[in-house]
């Protein structure tokens, strides 16, 4: 079953921390064993759904990141992408 557009709309409103959170209690409840088969599977699909956002969420933040180049005084003196070489 897709999530439907209000799901998806509540996802992307989670913060990253909110959105590890539940994915975690997710994790410890199927890990424990006690949901029964169908809810398993809601919980898994929401579980996935959650990963994805922190995934998505990290990769942004990375973008932002960028290396700051200091000059002999130690003061920044420029900036580059993070992954710049």
């Known amino acids: 079953m897709e999530p439907d557009?209000?799901?998806t709309d509540r996802l992307a409103a989670l913060s990253?921390?909110?959105?590890l959170r539940e994915l975690e209690a997710i994790v410890r409840k199927?890990?424990?064993g006690d949901a029964p088969l169908e809810e398993s599977i809601?919980?898994?699909?929401?579980?996935?759904a959650l990963r994805?956002?922190?995934?998505?969420?990290?990769a942004?933040?990375?973008?932002?990141?960028q290396k700051?180049?200091?000059?002999?005084?130690?003061?920044?003196s420029g900036a580059q992408p993070?992954?710049?070489?």
């Open 5 to 7: 557009t209000t799901d």
């Open 16 to 19: 990253f921390e909110d959105a």
């Open 30 to 32: 199927l890990e424990s």
């Open 42 to 48: 809601t919980l898994y699909t929401r579980g996935e």
């Open 52 to 58: 994805a956002q922190c995934t998505r969420r990290l």
């Open 60 to 65: 942004d933040a990375e973008a932002k990141i």
């Open 68 to 76: 700051l180049t200091l000059n002999q005084a130690g003061d920044v």
């Open 82 to 85: 993070f992954d710049a070489g």
